[in-house]
């Protein structure tokens, strides 16, 4: 009876976790892969490999001893360069940038992309878009907060090395404790 209830409970919360939320369709972002396991763990990777959509606290609830202290979940959720060098995107001074994002579940909060230095987890430049509310459960979601634009600035040299700059969407629902990252690597 008890090994029931465990496996009903194992159920239960494999479904809660299943309800897809959010990343970036386009341009192409960072994926999980043998680098984000290595920093993260088998466990975490296992996570987000079978649900790109999920959230950061459900990462950091599967923290074990295999996550080692390379495992930044609130840079990128984690994910690396390392796994996919061929998304890497070129944007010039003040490109207009179409980004699509693909929301499988709504959860009102608030949502932002932003220029951010993946070797020091700091903004350089932004936000360049910021939503407030976003995703909300109360209307539909307005077109402009799925299909937009960003103007990405002149970043100097501070992005001319692969692997450094990322555009970060970032997706907070306070209300239900649930933080959403999806990033796009590129130079300038
Ligand atoms: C890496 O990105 C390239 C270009 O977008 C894609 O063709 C390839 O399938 C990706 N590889 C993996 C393992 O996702
Ligand atoms: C983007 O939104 C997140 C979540 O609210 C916030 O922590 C972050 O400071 C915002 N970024 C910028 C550049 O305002
Ligand atoms: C999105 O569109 C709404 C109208 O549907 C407008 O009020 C809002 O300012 C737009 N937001 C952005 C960031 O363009
Ligand atoms: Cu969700």
């Not at 909300?136 to 700059?165: E, H, K, M, R």
């Not at 970060?168 to 990033?183: H, K, L």
């Amino acid at each position: 009876m008890y090994a029931k209830l465990i496996s009903f409970m194992t159920a239960a919360s494999l479904a809660s976790s299943t309800l897809a939320h959010g990343v970036i369709s386009s341009p192409p972002r960072r994926l999980p892969g043998a680098a984000f396991e290595a920093a993260c763990g088998s466990q975490v990777y296992s996570i987000v490999d079978s649900d790109q959509f999920g959230n950061q606290q459900q990462e950091e609830q599967n923290f074990n001893s295999e996550t080692t202290s390379a495992c930044q979940v609130y840079l990128c959720k984690g994910l690396l360069y390392a796994d996919n060098e061929s998304n890497l995107q070129k944007f010039s001074a003040n490109q207009v940038v179409p980004i699509e994002i693909d929301i499988e579940a709504p959860h009102t909060g608030v949502a932002n992309v932003s220029v951010v230095d993946t070797t020091t987890n700091t903004v350089l430049a932004g936000p360049l878009i910021y939503f407030n509310p976003a995703y909300s459960v109360s209307t539909p979601i307005p077109a402009n907060q799925t299909s937009f634009s960003v103007t990405v600035p002149d970043l100097g040299s501070s992005c001319s090395t692969a692997g450094v700059c990322v555009l970060q969407w970032w997706w907070d629902a306070r209300s239900i404790d649930q933080t959403y990252m999806s990033c796009v690597d590129f130079t300038q």
